[in-house]
């Protein structure tokens, strides 16, 4: 995406599955159109910050979404509260717009799409977080992509 946001090349957008564990980072392409996984990294604050920093410069990101886990209701539980202090503290750390973005069953959705490719258990482990935020990054970029279709009638 440009650097005007209109979807014409040069930047992207990172995608950013928050646990309490793990973080998984997806990164899209720079018309944004299609989300790819790019890193499961330890939830520590002494190389989290940097790693994430690194990647946004690194890869010209010009947002960030976070996902936002809801219950099954639509409501917010301490998961989205969790999603939000993280929300809140990497704003405090660039200027760079973050959205939130509802990420239900976007592990789910990960986790069969592994299965389905024949990845190994241990393997899923070590990957799930970052496929899970290429699926919660990748619908945030099909919605927008609909939503400016519907605009342009």
């Known amino acids: 995406m440009s650097a005007t946001g ?3 090349g040069g ?4 995608g950013i599955d928050v646990g309490t564990v793990r973080v998984g980072l997806a990164v899209s392409d720079e018309t944004y159109t299609l989300a790819t996984p790019l890193a499961t990294i330890p939830n520590d604050s002494r190389t989290m910050w940097a790693r994430i920093t690194h ?6 990101v010009d947002r ?3 996902g936002l886990p809801r219950r099954l209701d639509g409501n917010e539980g301490d998961a989205s509260e969790h999603a939000r202090t ?3 503290e990497l704003g405090e750390r660039t200027a760079i717009p973050i959205e939130l973005w509802d990420e239900r069953f976007t592990t ?5 799409s592994l299965i389905e490719s024949g990845v190994r258990r241990k393997r899923r482990r070590e990957v799930i977080d970052a ?3 290429a699926v919660l990054l990748q619908s ?3 919605a927008r992509r609909i939503a400016a279709a519907r605009a342009a009638r």
Request: proline content about 0%; hydrophobic content about 55%; glycine content about 4%.
């Open 6 to 8: 209109d979807g014409t």
């Open 11 to 14: 930047r992207r957008v990172l």
């Open 55 to 60: 990647e946004m410069e690194d890869r010209d």
């Open 64 to 66: 960030v979404v976070i």
């Open 86 to 88: 993280f929300a809140a």
């Open 108 to 112: 789910t959705i990960a986790e069969r």
């Open 131 to 133: 496929v899970a935020a």
């Open 140 to 142: 945030w970029l099909d």
